[in-house]
């Protein structure tokens, strides 16, 4: 089971590349990618926010049940490549 949720909106071109480039480097599966809009993501972001998010990709660590948006996804994301 991965540790991490990755959710993007599939109507942000960049969002749905990066997520692309995110499945190609994730190879120890570390990574889940969730487009928002699903009933899987709006469950998971039912549990995070109580309004709608702002940011159009947020990385779920399930492990510490901490959700990082935007901008501060990205270290994370990299760690979680390359450290788990």
């Known amino acids: 089971m991965a540790r991490y949720v990755l959710l993007y909106s599939e ?3 960049k ?3 990066y ?9 120890f599966h570390r ?3 969730v487009p928002l809009g699903t009933i899987e993501a709006t469950k998971i972001i039912m549990d995070y926010y109580s309004a709608e998010p702002a940011y159009t990709y947020h990385l779920v660590d399930l492990e510490t049940e901490t959700i990082y ?6 270290p994370r994301l990299i760690r979680a490549l390359t450290l788990g």
């Open 31 to 33: 990574i889940r990618p």
């Open 11 to 13: 109507a942000c071109p």
């Open 15 to 17: 969002c749905t590349r």
């Open 19 to 27: 997520t692309k480039w995110i499945k190609r480097l994730d190879i």
């Open 69 to 74: 948006s935007g901008s501060k996804a990205v």
